[in-house]
C-alpha cells in the first residue's frame, strides 16, 4: 500500500512514426515476416515446414502447427509423417484452394474513407491528432487526492487511447497496401495451418478473421447466388 510503481514506455518521435509510415513493407520486414496471400493455390502439407507456400524461404517459416509445447510439436510431427492427419490435410488443403477476390465496391469504399481523411467513421480508426489532449485544471494543486487521481487517470486512458489509435492507423495503411497489391492479379489465396488448440487460422494477416472493414473487402472470386 502506498507503494508507487513506476513504468516505462519507449515509443517512437513523430518524425520516427513517420519514417516508419513511409516504409510501408520495408519496415515490417525487420519485425516480423509478414506473409501475404498468395496468387496460386497453397501447397499441400507434406511436412512440419513443408507446405502453404511454394517458395522454400518463406514455406520454411512457416509450420503446420504454430505451438511453443515441444512434446505437443512432436505428438504432431509424428502424426504428420505417419500420415495420420490427412483428414486435416485434406481441409487445409481445400481451404488453401478457395480462390478468393476483392469487392470493389468495398475496396474503393475504403480507399476514398481513407483519402478523404473519414477513418474514424464506423469501425475504422480514427485520426489520433483529432482526440484531444486531457487537461487539468488550474487549481490541480489545491484538489483532493482522489480527484487528482480522477485527473490523472483520465489523461492515461487518453494517451493510451491514441497509442492504439496509431497502431490502428499502421494496420489500416498496411491492410490497404496489401489490397492495392494483390488487385492486379483479380484471384487471390489463403494458405491455412494450424494453432496450439487445433484451430484452423489463415497465415496472411490479411484475411477474411480480421476486422469488418477487412473482411468485407473479401468476396468468392467464382461466386454463386445463394
Known amino acids: 500500500p502506498g507503494a508507487v510503481r513506476l513504468l516505462v514506455f519507449v515509443q517512437l518521435s513523430e518524425d520516427g512514426l513517420a519514417l516508419f509510415q513511409d516504409a510501408g513493407e520495408a519496415a515490417v520486414d525487420f519485425a516480423r515476416p509478414a506473409y501475404l496471400p498468395m496468387v496460386v493455390p497453397s501447397k499441400r502439407w507434406v511436412g512440419w515446414r513443408d507446405g502453404s507456400y511454394l517458395t522454400a524461404p518463406v514455406a520454411e ?18 502424426a504428420l509423417k505417419a500420415g495420420q492427419l490427412s483428414t486435416i490435410v485434406d481441409g487445409l488443403e481445400h481451404l488453401g484452394a478457395t480462390a478468393f477476390s476483392l469487392s470493389v465496391t468495398a475496396t474503393e469504399a475504403l480507399r476514398f474513407a481513407v483519402g478523404t481523411d473519414m477513418a474514424g467513421c464506423g469501425k475504422l480508426p480514427a485520426d489520433p491528432a483529432t482526440v484531444a489532449d486531457a487537461t487539468f485544471p488550474a487549481d490541480y494543486d489545491q484538489l483532493s487526492k482522489e480527484e487528482q487521481k480522477g485527473y490523472r487517470l483520465k489523461a492515461s486512458q487518453v494517451r493510451k487511447l491514441k ?30 495451418n494450424l494453432d ?31
Open 196 to 226: 496450439w488448440r487445433g484451430r484452423v487460422y489463415p497465415v496472411p494477416s490479411f484475411s477474411h478473421h480480421r476486422a469488418d472493414y477487412v473482411r468485407g473487402l473479401f468476396q468468392f472470386a467464382e461466386g454463386f447466388p445463394l
Open 61 to 78: 517459416r512457416v509450420t503446420f502447427l504454430i505451438s511453443y509445447d515441444k512434446g505437443r510439436n512432436k505428438l504432431v510431427r509424428e
Open 163 to 192: 497509442r492504439s489509435l496509431t497502431t490502428d492507423r499502421i494496420v489500416l495503411g498496411r491492410t490497404l497496401d496489401v489490397a492495392n497489391m494483390i488487385e492486379p492479379y483479380g484471384a487471390f489465396y489463403l494458405p491455412h
